[in-house]
């Protein structure tokens, strides 16, 4: 597989006018027609079988947590006292908490909170470290001060700093954004901050490879500016590991929340997340140990399907695999 | 090797004192108040002598620079006058915990072997799981023992500690009854019977610590030795009629370990945070416990204390990992 075919530019980042015709190799010819590279892609990806069911399952998660509450109509916060400590009923399917709250209802209400979570702070980790990555490993100069802060970064211990983030900014995000909006944004600005760093070195790592390649000769040759060489030539040809970082991201970003909530440290109390869910229930674990499983079983069916997802978009987007 | 590891040392100061500055800053920007549990009965004259007293009343960089100096000077003072009885430390004053106004350091001693015995017994137990797991796993490549493999590596890597803990506590604490779910401390082990308590209580907080240890760190083993168990040296072994069993434990082993030793020691800092958790789940008083106790009580020396000395264990064990690469792998010595 020659470089050309490696460089057909994403629809999102180049405009469509300038996608090249893709170029088969000598050899393709041969063998079977030309197709595209994300047909290529997506053939590899369902011949993982781990994968494609993680991936069917993350859909059906976000499918619940989202757009479930639309044909669920319990309100999560509605508090019945008469109907606490049910089991599960045709009513409710995983029964009542303590305070007679409907737990399937809770269970999506806090589902969307650590998906939103999850998934925000993924894109905000993705962003900071692509940047990073990319200036880093583009601009020679920006590269040792770069690579250091990244350094000092991981050298953080995380978990009690983020824990330490938690108890200082809390205060003035709640007087600001409101308790909700302010402990979001908080969450999610500080895991963001805090695990951009793999994805920076593997983008740097990439970003090193490729710029010694012809094709960014070629390009400077004819003119290419820094700009357009970045977004046209070199981001397109990393984003393989950037979608797979994006994966684990979104995996590492809930349990991180998760734990906060555990630790009493995320959302306020009647602000259901799956870790708080989780949080509350231990309370009760002598007498009704099922309502630890539900939120428990929730977070680790994400998590794993995440996992496989990602297991199986990193086979499919390395070149060297596919056809195998 | 020499000058590199000592070029590693010398880089490691800066680094250090830049981490603790950071964490210094972050704290000073806490809304908490120190006074807050003082009665309101109080004088604010009064309260006011009682923040200075806690070393409140100077300038940020005053403090810093005494917070340097009380650990890096006189903490270790007092550590050689505890072990020879010598009194260099004398009348100098200590990091101070708010919550207890007793010396920090000492609190951190009390807790360290709790945290030791349980994360030190699980990291153990996890590597001794995981290497013949992904040995057997990557000799076996696509067998059901290798698929098994990977299945129970990604629920290690999917199952947080707080969840697998909890499950473990209802099955084996609640439903069955075999094992205590608190973790006492004050136990002592004296004879037989003692010590057959003690394993009882460490077997779960350890075993969920395993789980997570032996998901990483089969994974790293097999892909090492696949790396490995195709190279040229393996034919040559095999064609030399050597035993298939001395061509994949002597030599692919061998090779196949190098990368495998510097990811258990990477992997010792981070196990100390994830620690954290798991002390929570099984109440064991250890420093991870300690930690949240302080950040819940606004006990900023502890918390300052606390977070530099996991910022110490991930430099340490980054740089011991970087030394024990040079020293297995001659081929990337620093020279």
Redesign the interface.
Same mark, same amino acid.
């Given at each position: 597989m020659t470089d050309k075919d490696r460089l057909v530019p994403d629809e999102g980042l180049a405009p469509a006018s300038t996608v090249l015709p893709a170029a088969a190799g000598p050899l393709e010819e041969f063998t079977r027609p030309p197709r595209s590279q994300w047909r290529e892609v997506w053939g590899q990806f369902k011949s993982h079988k781990g994968a494609l069911y993680g991936g069917i399952l993350f859909v059906l998660i976000i499918g619940w947590v989202y757009l479930g509450p639309l044909l669920w109509h319990l309100d999560p916060t509605l508090i019945n006292i008469r109907a606490r400590n049910q089991g599960p009923s045709l009513a409710h399917p995983f029964g009542t908490d303590q305070l007679g709250r409907d737990t399937f209802a809770r269970m999506m209400a806090g589902g969307k909170t650590s998906v939103s979570v999850g998934i925000t702070a993924m894109l905000l980790a993705l962003g900071l470290g692509s940047l990073v990555g990319v200036l880093a490993g583009f601009f020679k100069r920006l590269d040792g001060l770069l690579m250091r802060m990244t350094? &000092?970064f991981?050298? #953080?211990?995380? =978990?009690?700093?983020l824990?330490?983030?938690m108890?200082?900014?809390r205060?003035?995000l709640n007087a600001a954004f409101g308790p909700e909006q302010g402990i979001f944004i908080l969450i999610v600005v500080s895991i963001g901050v805090t695990s951009w760093m793999p994805t920076a070195r593997i983008v740097r790592g990439d970003v090193l490879a490729i710029k010694e390649r012809e094709f960014v000769l070629a390009a400077r040759s004819i003119g290419t500016r820094n700009s357009m060489m970045i977004l046209r030539h070199i981001l397109p040809n990393v984003l393989s590991p950037i979608m797979v970082s994006a994966t684990l991201g979104i995996?590492t970003a809930i349990?991180t929340e998760?734990?906060l909530s555990?630790?009493?440290?995320g959302f306020p109390p009647d602000f259901p997340t799956w870790?708080r869910l989780?949080?509350d229930a231990?309370d009760y674990?002598?007498q009704y140990?099922e309502r630890?499983?539900w939120?428990? &079983?929730a977070?680790? #069916?994400t998590? =794993?399907s995440v996992?496989?997802l990602g297991?199986g978009l990193r086979d499919a987007l390395d070149p060297r695999i596919r056809g195998r | 090797m020499l000058t590199f590891t000592v070029r590693r040392l010398v880089l490691a100061v800066p680094t250090l004192l830049f981490i603790s500055l950071v964490l210094f800053l972050l704290l000073e920007l806490a809304p908490g108040d120190p006074m807050a549990q003082v009665p309101l009965t109080v004088p604010p004259e009064v309260k006011e002598k009682m923040r200075e007293a806690l070393g409140l009343g100077q300038p940020g960089y005053v403090r810093f620079w005494k917070w340097l100096v009380q650990f890096f000077w006189i903490e270790p003072q007092v550590l050689i006058d505890h072990y020879l009885g010598t009194s260099f430390s004398e009348g100098d004053l200590r990091v101070i915990s708010w919550q207890t106004r007793s010396p920090v350091m000492d609190i951190v001693i009390q807790r360290i072997p709790q945290t030791l015995w349980v994360v030190g017994t699980a990291y153990v137990v996890g590597v001794l799981i995981a290497l013949p797991i992904g040995i057997y796993s990557a000799y076996r490549q696509y067998s059901w023992f290798d698929q098994a493999g990977t299945f129970v590596s990604m629920i290690g890597f999917s199952v947080p500690p707080f969840f697998s803990g909890v499950l473990v506590i209802v099955i084996f604490s609640v439903n069955l009854g075999w094992f205590p779910s608190i973790y006492d401390t004050t136990h002592k082990v004296v004879d037989w019977d003692s010590f057959v308590i003690q394993l009882r209580q460490m077997i779960m907080p350890v075993m969920v610590l395993a789980l997570q240890i032996t998901a990483q760190i089969s994974r790293f083993m097999r892909a090492s030795m696949l790396d490995n168990l195709n190279q040229d040296y393996v034919r040559t072994a095999r064609a030399k009629g050597l035993g298939e069993k001395t061509v994949v434990l002597v030599h692919v082993l061998r090779n196949s370990m190098i990368p495998v030793v510097t990811v258990i020691a990477l992997g010792v800092p981070s196990i100390f945070g994830g620690a954290i958790i798991t002390e929570q789940v099984f109440k064991v008083n250890g420093i991870g416990q300690l930690l949240i106790g302080a950040i819940q009580a606004n006990d900023l020396p502890m918390v300052q204390t606390l977070t530099f000395i996991f910022a110490v264990l991930i430099v340490l064990f980054n740089l011991i990992a970087d030394v024990l690469y040079g020293l297995l792998d001659p081929r990337i010595r620093y020279d």
């Amino acid at each position: 597989m020659t470089d050309k075919d490696r460089l057909v530019p994403d629809e999102g980042l180049a405009p469509a006018s300038t996608v090249l015709p893709a170029a088969a190799g000598p050899l393709e010819e041969f063998t079977r027609p030309p197709r595209s590279q994300w047909r290529e892609v997506w053939g590899q990806f369902k011949s993982h079988k781990g994968a494609l069911y993680g991936g069917i399952l993350f859909v059906l998660i976000i499918g619940w947590v989202y757009l479930g509450p639309l044909l669920w109509h319990l309100d999560p916060t509605l508090i019945n006292i008469r109907a606490r400590n049910q089991g599960p009923s045709l009513a409710h399917p995983f029964g009542t908490d303590q305070l007679g709250r409907d737990t399937f209802a809770r269970m999506m209400a806090g589902g969307k909170t650590s998906v939103s979570v999850g998934i925000t702070a993924m894109l905000l980790a993705l962003g900071l470290g692509s940047l990073v990555g990319v200036l880093a490993g583009f601009f020679k100069r920006l590269d040792g001060l770069l690579m250091r802060m990244t350094d &000092l970064f991981l050298a #953080l211990p995380l =978990l009690p700093l983020l824990l330490v983030m938690m108890l200082l900014f809390r205060e003035p995000l709640n007087a600001a954004f409101g308790p909700e909006q302010g402990i979001f944004i908080l969450i999610v600005v500080s895991i963001g901050v805090t695990s951009w760093m793999p994805t920076a070195r593997i983008v740097r790592g990439d970003v090193l490879a490729i710029k010694e390649r012809e094709f960014v000769l070629a390009a400077r040759s004819i003119g290419t500016r820094n700009s357009m060489m970045i977004l046209r030539h070199i981001l397109p040809n990393v984003l393989s590991p950037i979608m797979v970082s994006a994966t684990l991201g979104i995996a590492t970003a809930i349990i991180t929340e998760s734990s906060l909530s555990f630790l009493g440290l995320g959302f306020p109390p009647d602000f259901p997340t799956w870790g708080r869910l989780l949080f509350d229930a231990t309370d009760y674990l002598q007498q009704y140990p099922e309502r630890v499983i539900w939120p428990g &079983l929730a977070i680790s #069916l994400t998590v =794993l399907s995440v996992n496989y997802l990602g297991d199986g978009l990193r086979d499919a987007l390395d070149p060297r695999i596919r056809g195998r | 090797m020499l000058t590199f590891t000592v070029r590693r040392l010398v880089l490691a100061v800066p680094t250090l004192l830049f981490i603790s500055l950071v964490l210094f800053l972050l704290l000073e920007l806490a809304p908490g108040d120190p006074m807050a549990q003082v009665p309101l009965t109080v004088p604010p004259e009064v309260k006011e002598k009682m923040r200075e007293a806690l070393g409140l009343g100077q300038p940020g960089y005053v403090r810093f620079w005494k917070w340097l100096v009380q650990f890096f000077w006189i903490e270790p003072q007092v550590l050689i006058d505890h072990y020879l009885g010598t009194s260099f430390s004398e009348g100098d004053l200590r990091v101070i915990s708010w919550q207890t106004r007793s010396p920090v350091m000492d609190i951190v001693i009390q807790r360290i072997p709790q945290t030791l015995w349980v994360v030190g017994t699980a990291y153990v137990v996890g590597v001794l799981i995981a290497l013949p797991i992904g040995i057997y796993s990557a000799y076996r490549q696509y067998s059901w023992f290798d698929q098994a493999g990977t299945f129970v590596s990604m629920i290690g890597f999917s199952v947080p500690p707080f969840f697998s803990g909890v499950l473990v506590i209802v099955i084996f604490s609640v439903n069955l009854g075999w094992f205590p779910s608190i973790y006492d401390t004050t136990h002592k082990v004296v004879d037989w019977d003692s010590f057959v308590i003690q394993l009882r209580q460490m077997i779960m907080p350890v075993m969920v610590l395993a789980l997570q240890i032996t998901a990483q760190i089969s994974r790293f083993m097999r892909a090492s030795m696949l790396d490995n168990l195709n190279q040229d040296y393996v034919r040559t072994a095999r064609a030399k009629g050597l035993g298939e069993k001395t061509v994949v434990l002597v030599h692919v082993l061998r090779n196949s370990m190098i990368p495998v030793v510097t990811v258990i020691a990477l992997g010792v800092p981070s196990i100390f945070g994830g620690a954290i958790i798991t002390e929570q789940v099984f109440k064991v008083n250890g420093i991870g416990q300690l930690l949240i106790g302080a950040i819940q009580a606004n006990d900023l020396p502890m918390v300052q204390t606390l977070t530099f000395i996991f910022a110490v264990l991930i430099v340490l064990f980054n740089l011991i990992a970087d030394v024990l690469y040079g020293l297995l792998d001659p081929r990337i010595r620093y020279d």
